[in-house]
């Protein structure tokens, strides 16, 4: 994943972007990576913890996939036919929808940590980075961008193997907290920003798949301080 972690993450490692799109695979395993100094915090019970766990992952994600549901969600909100609310996501300008979309966000992602599990901040990027590899499996990119680039190195392989990481990487956690099984359900809200992102669009663009990264981790963390 040298490739990929570049383009997913701050991290200032050297990679080729030209081969990213081969290594679609270890968008699951990018989680570890990123979730690593926020459930360190989360672990060490800082002060005001769960608002330094949401800094630490967007100052390691940085903030592409929120730019991304700022858009989508202009997207999704203006009235008309596909055509207009294509045209709404790719304006430059950001309306009030989408400054909505990412405000809320971000309050459920700190209200949750407030009453989650040390690991939650995990699961939740595990479960954002395989809705990603999800989106990308639709193979049904909207227009040429980044969404239709990484469509393009999306096939049965990797996502045989993409599945068999997130799996893998999911069990320690399950062996040590069994409930953390209903983490699960927050893909089943990844899977419902994909539908809504075809039915509005037509496909996949990379804003779409940025969303769902985003609305996938808010809905992962509100589900496991539920069941905390």
């Not at 695979?25 to 060490?44: G, H, K, M, N, R």
């Not at 995990?122 to 954002?128: T, V």
Request: proline content about 4%; charged content about 15%; overall charge positive.
């Amino acid at each position: 994943m040298r490739n990929l972690t570049p383009f997913l993450t701050r991290i200032p490692i050297k990679g080729d972007f030209e081969k990213a799109r081969e290594e679609v695979w270890a968008f699951p395993l990018v989680a570890v990576i990123t979730s690593l100094l926020p459930t360190l915090i989360l672990y060490l019970k800082l002060p005001m913890g769960n608002l330094l766990a949401v800094l630490a992952l967007y100052f390691t994600i940085g903030l592409l996939h929120l730019d991304g549901l700022a858009d989508w969600a202009d997207g999704i909100m203006v009235k008309g036919d596909r055509e207009r609310k294509i045209k709404a996501m790719k304006d430059v300008n950001t309306g009030i929808a989408g400054i909505f979309a990412v405000v809320v966000v971000l309050l459920i992602q700190v209200y949750s940590l407030e009453g989650s599990p040390f690991y939650s901040v995990y699961l939740g990027e595990l479960n954002s980075k395989y809705a990603m590899l999800l989106a990308l499996a639709t193979k049904k990119p909207l227009g040429k961008g980044l969404g239709a680039y990484f469509m393009e190195g999306m096939n049965r392989k990797n996502m045989i193997i993409g599945t068999a990481l997130y799996v893998t990487l999911m069990i320690p956690v399950l062996v040590f907290y069994p409930k953390a099984i209903v983490s699960l359900l927050g893909l089943a809200i990844g899977a419902y920003a994909i539908h809504i992102s075809l039915k509005n669009f037509g496909g996949l663009n990379g804003d779409c798949i940025g969303a769902v990264a985003e609305i996938t981790r808010a809905g992962t963390l509100l589900i496991m301080m539920i069941i905390q």
